[in-house]
């Protein structure tokens, strides 16, 4: 999962189900536990991909400015909501994000200045929002966004990796606040996840724009179908 979150910015979608599944932690703590865990792979992806100059931080700045106060409510929501609804609002997003994904992209890709930094605060309210609630970090609401928009690929893993940062604090913050986040399993998710991180970054810089798009598509596709299919019973 970590490979997948440095290589195409989605891959914390699996995280949830997967300690919901495997150790039986409750939707909540995971979710919870999940968000302190991308504070890590944020500093880590970020450094990665601007180390290769592939950030914009400019842009990154508004997104940041704007997932903030979304993640902090995203979080107060979280602990209001039945576990049933949760997993069908990630399953649903997932997957429609990967249909999206799999529509042929323009073939002119803009760079992220080219947003208008009001939609990039916008943007960055709808990600850190959807975000805490689903407990992906922020890549996996943003990608498909900026991808929307014709942001090149690689430019939207860039800025997703920044938006974990102030998303896992916030939403780290409200979780603490509103309800309960196992620290000791973030931690150790953390050091597993960056390693992988670092693989996936570098592969990310070494394939093509198509491949690149192409791959996020298919995740998502996986994942939202596998959820969907988990919470309609087919699945646990």
């Known amino acids: 999962m970590g490979t997948l979150i440095g290589a195409i910015g989605i891959g914390g979608v699996l995280l949830v189900p997967l300690l919901t599944l495997v150790t039986g932690m409750g939707v909540h703590v ?27 931080w400019r842009t990154g700045l508004w997104l940041c400015l704007g997932g ?24 649903s997003l997932v997957f429609a994000s990967g249909i999206k994904a799999m529509r042929p ?11 208008h930094p009001a939609l990039l605060l916008v943007i960055g309210v709808v990600t850190g929002f959807g975000s805490a609630i689903t407990g992906t ?21 860039g800025l997703s990796q920044i938006i974990q940062i102030p998303i896992a604090i916030l939403a780290t913050w409200g979780n603490v606040s509103f309800g309960h986040v196992d620290f ?7 050091v597993l996840l960056v390693l992988g991180v670092i693989i996936g970054a570098r592969i990310a810089h070494q394939v093509s724009k198509q491949a690149l798009t192409k791959v ?11 959820m969907l299919a988990k919470v309609a019973g087919f699945i646990g």
């Open 30 to 56: 995971a979710i919870a536990s999940a968000m302190f865990s991308y504070l890590f792979t944020g500093i880590v992806g970020a450094a990665e991909y601007a180390r290769r100059g592939t950030v914009q």
């Open 68 to 91: 903030m106060p979304g993640a902090y409510v995203g979080a107060l929501t979280t602990w209001m909501l039945p576990s049933s609804v949760l997993e069908v609002v990630i399953g």
């Open 105 to 115: 992209a323009s073939t002119e890709g803009l760079t992220p200045r080219d947003v």
């Open 137 to 157: 970090g922020g890549p996996l609401v943003l990608v498909p966004i900026l991808l929307a928009l014709k942001v090149a690929p690689l430019a939207a893993v």
């Open 184 to 190: 000791k399993v973030g931690l150790m998710l953390s």
């Open 216 to 226: 996020i598509a298919v995740a998502l596709l996986g994942a939202g179908a596998a």
